[in-house]
């Protein structure tokens, strides 16, 4: 422990700094903390003699004292506008009120400075975090988990729970139903530069249409709403392609719009696919085939991961991954490939 600086008096110390300190791994606190019986008994002992040392509270403990319990949880959506996120909102909302919480709601307006800000300032406010489609770097969200219970929606991360839509394996879904169709020139329309899920989806593409020896274009990174619809709709004609997979429907609603303005007809010039069947994909002329999943249940799943993780005594143990499965919805939107 020689060598190594206290946190200065005017902060509350972390569990990063009891590991620090201890010689350990957070993991390893964490463990020794909440269950003992994990840990060897010396390893055990230098940790519990450090978190005394420091007064160090875990947040699992801090919440039955008087000056720690808030009984709320921080939800950090990046665009509160997306109807994507309003089902993930609600799922949160009810499983949280059922247990006796309060939800905070951010926006964080598709921006990790201001997501990291949000965390900063509310880490006395908020005895959890829910993060969705966070845009935080890994190093960022490895220091805020280790300082915070949290988890994360579509946004995998090695230090804490992660509850993700399994939208590649419906990428898969969406080729082989375009290939059956007889398309073989398919363009991706991505969304924004920082997306984790973004890049899966184009690892699924990439990976696929290599296989099925198919011509692909990549257009983007576009903002997921519908006012990019209309760069990205003619960023995708200009490609030659006979079908495009869309990061979400807002862009891909954005598209047809601005194909039907071109004169390009959908799916006769050009199929349309997006992803996450949001309340009103099938009000679009004509009605959108997308990527569908349970997302309201994702935001339900992730309130109980944190929870077990406040109340481990409780809960009993927590789950690190959650999958939860994706389907392909065939609508309207998609047709046989055009003959040359």
């Keep these: 422990m020689a060598g190594v600086e206290l946190p200065s008096p005017d902060r509350t110390p972390t569990i990063r700094d009891v590991a620090e300190l201890a010689g350990v791994a957070t993991s390893t606190v964490s463990r020794a903390l909440s269950n003992p019986d994990r840990v060897n008994r010396v390893t055990r002992e230098r940790i519990q003699q450090v978190a005394a040392q420091l007064n160090y509270v875990p947040s699992s403990q801090a919440r039955g004292l008087s000056s ?6 921080a939800v950090l959506v990046p665009d509160v506008t997306n109807p994507f996120y309003f089902d993930i909102i609600r799922g949160t909302q009810h499983q949280l009120k059922a247990a ?3 939800q905070l709601l951010v926006d964080t307006e598709e921006s990790a400075e201001m997501e990291e800000e949000a965390l900063h300032k509310m880490r006395r406010s908020a005895d959890g975090f829910i993060l969705a489609a966070s845009r935080l770097t890994d190093a960022q969200l490895a220091e805020s988990a280790a300082a915070h219970p949290m988890v994360t929606i579509n946004r995998a991360s090695a230090n804490a729970p992660t509850v993700v839509i399994d939208t590649p394996s419906a990428i898969v879904q969406s080729l082989e139903h375009l290939a059956s169709l007889g398309h073989s020139k398919i363009c991706f329309v991505g969304g924004p530069a920082s ?13 696929e249409t290599r296989e099925r020896g198919m011509t692909t274009f990549r257009v983007g990174p576009f903002a997921p709403k519908t006012t990019s619809g209309a760069a990205a709709a003619d960023a995708a004609a200009h490609t030659g392609a006979t079908a495009c997979i869309v990061f979400n429907d807002l862009l891909a609603i954005g598209m047809l719009q601005r194909l039907r303005e071109r004169g390009v007809r959908v799916p006769e010039d050009m199929s349309i696919v997006g992803c996450d069947d949001i309340f009103g ?5 004509p009605p959108l085939t997308t990527i569908a999943s349970p997302i309201e249940q994702a935001g339900r799943v992730a309130v109980s991961m944190l929870l077990a993780q406040l109340n481990p005594l409780q809960g009993g143990p927590s789950r690190r991954l959650a999958v939860m499965p994706t389907h392909l919805t065939i609508r309207g939107s998609t047709g046989p490939a055009r003959v040359p």
Excluded at 68 to 73: D, K, M, N
Excluded at 195 to 207: I, V
Excluded at 281 to 285: E, G
């Design 281 to 285: 994909a099938d009000f679009c002329n």
């Design 195 to 207: 997306s984790w899920s973004n890049a899966k989806r184009w690892k699924a593409f990439e990976d």
């Design 100 to 102: 006796g919480y309060t």
């Design 68 to 73: 720690g319990r808030t009984q709320a949880i």
